[in-house]
Each structure stands twice: as C-alpha cells, then as structure tokens.
C-alpha cells in the first residue's frame, strides 16, 4: 500500500499529472482507489483539495461514485473518509446496466458489510427503504436474500426500514430469504413481528 502512495507522490509532484482525470469510461484515480480498498492513496488524494469527491462515472457502471464503489466493496476506513469530507451524496443511486437505481446502502447490504451498513445509516442522509433500482428491491431485501445476517440485523435497527417492503414483483425480504433457505434470516424477520405470512408475489403466486 505505501508504495503505490509513493507512487502517487512521485507521479503528482512532476505538476503534469491532473489528480482528477478520467479514462475511458470516466473513472478517476480516487474512484479507483476506493473500489481496490487503497486508503493511503484516498487520503492522498483527498488531501489535494482538487478532486471532485462525487464524481459519477458511465460506461456499465454508469452514475457510480466513489463511496459507491467503497460501499459496495466493504473498505469501511475509505467509506468513512468520504463521508467525513462531508461533499458526498450518501444516498445516490446508479443508473448502469448491472446495478441500476442501487445506492451505497443498498450495494453494501446486498454483499454483507454490515460496518458499511452501519456507517451509512448513522449519516441519517440515506432511505434506509430505497428500491430505486431495476427490480424494485430494498436494502434489506438483497441483505436477507443473500443471507447476511449481521446486515439484516443492522437494517432492522433501523425503525424507518419497512419490514415488508416488497419489489416489482411484490415480494418480501421473508420472501427471498425463505427462497434461498437462510433460517437465521427467517428467524430475524419473524421475530420482528412485522411480517405478513399470507401476502402472494407476482413470481410463485
């Protein structure tokens, strides 16, 4: 790690190097340190000044910010820096062809980083409901799809999150969870006492 922020130094003392450029499909340098988990070359980086912090990309990935890409990959350290700038939309959502409408927290819930989870919705800035993606499903839907249960749990501390939200399909977060055969999701859900056992989705019904 300490030696690609070396690299770093090096390639941005020369004064010919644009801390936020982009390549093709509109990645910046700090996008790209946020995605691989590099968090000295984030402080770095940050600590410029001359970067745009939100910056969206295109390409598949399309709308994509750096703490979208963090999220996502669970560098908690990095997600917190970004956040702390305080120049970052928390709850902005995607708009590329594998993830379309998913905001940070749902990106984190979906692959279980439950500290991502919880750094998140600490920020009181993001909907902790959010089913602006392509297939109308929640933070706690992907979480408890996926069996992720210390996600699941964090989500359901929230008192905003709607138990029962259901997708454009009308199912439910038990739904997915009693699909994939995640018990200890099930068991969470249940226990909330919010769930309703009788209502049919467009798919199975």
């Given at each position: 790690m300490a030696g690609f922020t070396g690299v770093v130094r090096r390639l941005f003392g020369t004064r010919k190097v644009n801390a936020d450029s982009k390549n093709q499909v509109g990645r910046t340098p700090l996008s790209l340190a946020a995605e691989n988990g590099h968090v000295e070359v984030a402080k770095y980086l940050l600590g410029t000044r001359t970067v745009d912090v939100d910056s969206k990309c295109g390409g598949f990935f399309s709308g994509r910010t750096p703490l979208s890409f963090a999220a996502a990959s669970g560098y908690e350290a990095i997600v917190k820096l970004?956040?702390?700038?305080?120049?970052?939309?928390?709850?902005?959502?995607?708009?590329?062809?594998?993830?379309?409408?998913?905001s940070p927290l749902s990106l984190a819930a979906e692959n279980g980083h439950m500290s991502v989870v919880e750094l998140l919705l600490k920020t009181g800035r993001v909907d902790v409901n959010s089913t602006a993606n392509y297939d109308g499903?929640?933070?706690?839907s992907w979480a408890s799809?996926?069996?992720?249960?210390?996600?699941?749990?964090?989500l359901l501390d929230d008192s905003d999150v709607d138990?029962?939200?259901?997708?454009?399909?009308?199912?439910?977060?038990?739904?997915?969870?009693?699909?994939?055969g995640h018990e200890a999701v099930v068991r969470l859900l249940l226990a909330t006492g919010k769930v309703d056992l009788l209502v049919e989705d467009d798919k199975f019904s």
């Open positions: 970004l956040l702390e700038t305080g120049k970052v939309n928390a709850d902005t959502a995607s708009n590329g062809l594998f993830d379309a409408g998913q499903r929640s933070p706690l799809g996926n069996g992720h249960e210390a996600a699941v749990r964090a138990v029962d939200c259901k997708d454009f399909d009308n199912r439910t977060p038990l739904s997915f969870a009693t699909e994939n």
